[in-house]
């Protein structure tokens, strides 16, 4: 029997792993699927505390992650396939076999990226089709790219791609970008970024490689074809949440409401729609270890 079990391995996962086991509470962290979460396919995370200096996002999750372990944490490598949440103690198996009873959870699994659903995308992907620049830029130096998308995401793609990219096509679906203002101004005045406004993505052309994209301007209706080498989605991301279904509170979009099934606690972009920040994440994932503490002191379990 766990006293806490944490899925996930971002930077929420390893901060609850870092307070629980702070807390002498021996926590279980399952990995998942991307053993670091998102950070590991970014590159220089500028926007996180205690670096004056920009430090890389897999370097950043090693050093979260080797502080878990030094209080503590033990870590399984391994997916989540069922959960029950609906019955104490809470149960889950891991990888179709290994059962663990806990008598808290904390879920911190994340998100993924949206891919755009388009002819030649799912067949394609590994081939041209991309959605992480910090794992595929190097393989397209001297080339032409696309991105797609208007946040701070895509900006961040696009601009990382030009240290390899001979130029970088953004097409975004509006007229103007969602992205911050300083993600927005990097990208604007970067010599090697062409936006191509109001514009989707309809078709990936390429028989065993990306070779262009077919767009449709959503004001003339007018199609044409971009030739290219690769294309990167960068629209958004969707909650890991489909594990949990029916057993927890979610909003419309499958985000984690917390603090309705007792025991069971959320932190990070599983909850969070808005900020989805490892900064937030990290937050979040003190909180429900503190959170999960005080459930088990009131149960007398700790």
């Known amino acids: ?13 390893l901060t609850a792993a870092i307070y629980a086991a702070r807390a002498n509470l021996s926590p279980l962290l399952i990995e998942g699927l991307q053993a670091g979460g998102q950070l590991t396919t970014t590159t220089e995370v500028e926007n996180y505390p205690g670096f004056h200096h920009a430090i ?35 149960s889950l198996t891991v990888n179709g076999e290994e ?4 008598r808290t959870l904390i879920i911190a699994s994340g998100a993924s990226a949206i891919q755009l659903g388009v002819l030649g995308e799912s067949r394609l992907m590994g081939h041209g089709v991309s959605t992480c620049a910090t794992c595929d830029g190097y393989f397209f130096r001297g080339k032409e790219l696309v991105v797609v998308g208007g946040g701070d995401s895509a900006m961040e793609e696009a601009t990382f ?11 975004h679906r509006r007229d103007k ?12 005045k970067n010599e090697k970024v062409t936006f191509i406004w109001n514009s989707v993505v309809e078709e ?35 909650p890991n949440t489909s594990l949990f279904a029916g057993q927890t509170e979610m909003d419309a979009k499958g985000y984690i409401l917390t603090k309705n099934v007792p025991g069971v606690f959320a932190a990070g972009d599983v909850q969070d729609s808005r900020y989805r920040q490892a900064v937030t994440a990290a937050g979040s994932g003190c909180m429900a270890a503190m959170d999960a503490e005080r459930y088990l002191e009131a149960l007398g379990a700790h």
């Open 161 to 171: 791609l030009t240290k390899f990219a001979t130029r970088v096509f953004v097409v």
């Open 1 to 13: 029997m766990r006293n806490v079990t944490i899925i996930g391995s971002g930077p929420a996962g």
């Open 177 to 188: 970008l969602r992205a911050s203002k300083i993600m927005q101004d990097r990208a604007l």
């Open 99 to 102: 059962r663990i009873e806990t």
């Open 204 to 238: 990936i052309l390429g028989k065993e490689v990306v070779t262009g994209v077919r767009l449709r301007n959503l004001q003339t209706d007018q199609t044409s074809d971009l030739s290219c080498a690769g294309m990167f989605v960068a629209i958004g991301h969707n």
């Open 56 to 90: 890389m996002g897999p370097e950043l999750m090693k050093e979260m992650r080797a502080q878990a372990e030094r209080f503590g944490t033990e870590f399984l490598a391994g997916e989540v396939t069922a959960v029950d949440l609906k019955h104490s103690p809470l």
